[in-house]
């Protein structure tokens, strides 16, 4: 049960942002942006960064709502990206992309704990300024939305499969459609 009277019966973030409608949409269009708008990182990436971080903050929620995104958009399943959460740097995954999750997990400590090795070898591995803006700004945010989601006590299924059917729908109709479909 959710710390406040959400009004709703809606997961996670869901109940939170039908709770709140004025800070649905800002949120809403950030992750939108974040997630799915024009980038060089793929959509599954992005989900990545973001289950990435939810695992470490043990948001249980958003890893398993992103995981399931994640794994719709790599064509992989969920015990597979639970392997990447887990332990990245010994997974099938890009060289690129464990620079990128290692920034992103130094994001989540803290914005300082960035250094300036990792950002070099993100880019010796290829990512360039704009891809790793988007994962320190993807971790930030998602340090944001777990502690949103996990301070108010929301509503998370403990059934994995929940979100894993969700994912196909909410990658077809994206972040900034209404969370009361």
Request: charged share 20%; aromatic share 8%; with cysteine.
């Amino acid at each position: 049960m959710a710390h406040i009277d959400l009004g709703n019966e809606l997961p996670g973030i869901r109940g939170l942002m039908a709770f709140s409608p004025l800070t649905e949409k800002p949120l809403n269009a950030l992750a939108e942006v974040l997630l799915r708008g024009d980038n060089s990182l793929t959509r599954g990436e992005r989900e990545l960064i973001g289950t990435y971080v939810s695992y470490l903050n043990d948001c249980f929620f958003c890893q398993n709502v992103h995981g399931a995104m994640a794994g719709h958009y790599l064509g992989c399943n969920i015990e597979e990206i639970d392997a990447i959460k887990k332990d990245f740097i010994n997974q099938n995954i890009t060289a690129k992309m464990k620079a990128l999750l290692t920034i992103a997990g130094s994001v989540q400590k803290g914005g300082k704990h960035v250094s300036h090795d990792q950002i070099e070898l993100a880019k010796i591995e290829g990512a360039s300024d704009m891809e790793i803006h988007d994962t320190v700004l993807i971790a930030a945010s998602f340090c944001m939305f777990n502690r949103y989601v996990d301070g108010l006590a929301t509503l998370a299924p403990e059934d994995r499969q929940f979100y894993i059917n969700r994912a196909p729908q909410r990658a077809e109709e994206g972040y900034t459609a209404s969370v009361y479909k």
